[in-house]
């Protein structure tokens, strides 16, 4: 922070996306089984934050709210970012969430949403080439994210446990 902006934090909720332009920065609450990805272009410094719930749009009839899901989630904060002159090429990605919350008694893995959020929002990312830089994801415990467009860290701070920067 260089003094000449005030910088804002970009709250983004549950099953909800936004965008940021340094010096802005962008949070999600309470990562449990969700997923937050986070995309980045560090030429232009505009980030953008998923808040993914549900890993498919196609098994879910109510699916109206595309943020929901690391399906369409991805496609639209991507769509966000170019609007405000990201540029594709240079985008990378991090996540951090998909927690097994509750230990179940079966070792059926559609059970396990943290699990499915993380496999398929790392599918969608291959399949528009966006590399994914680094993750937290997994275990169990939830986790609060802020991702900061000055430099592209995104801080990961779960209760108990000391802050992660990747």
Not at 47 to 64: F, Q
């Amino acid at each position: 922070m260089d003094g000449n902006y005030m910088d804002i934090m970009i709250k983004v909720g549950m099953a909800d996306l936004n965008t940021a332009i340094y010096p802005n920065a962008l949070t999600t609450l309470g990562l449990g089984s969700c997923v937050g990805v986070v995309l980045y272009d560090p030429v232009k410094k505009i980030g953008g934050m998923a808040h993914v719930m549900l890993p498919d749009s196609t098994k879910i009839r109510n699916n109206e709210n595309k943020a929901k899901f690391a399906d369409t989630a991805i496609d639209l904060l991507l769509s966000n970012m170019l609007k405000l002159g990201a540029s594709k090429e240079r985008l990378i990605a991090k996540m951090a969430g998909g927690a097994q919350m509750f230990v179940l008694k079966t070792e059926l893995d559609f059970m396990n949403v943290g699990k499915r959020n993380v496999e398929a929002s790392k599918q969608k990312l291959k399949e528009l080439s966006i590399p994914l830089k680094a993750e937290d994801t997994g275990l169990n415990y939830g986790r609060t994210i802020e991702f900061y467009t000055e430099n592209g860290e995104l801080v990961i701070k779960a209760v108990g446990r000391s802050i992660t920067v990747i």
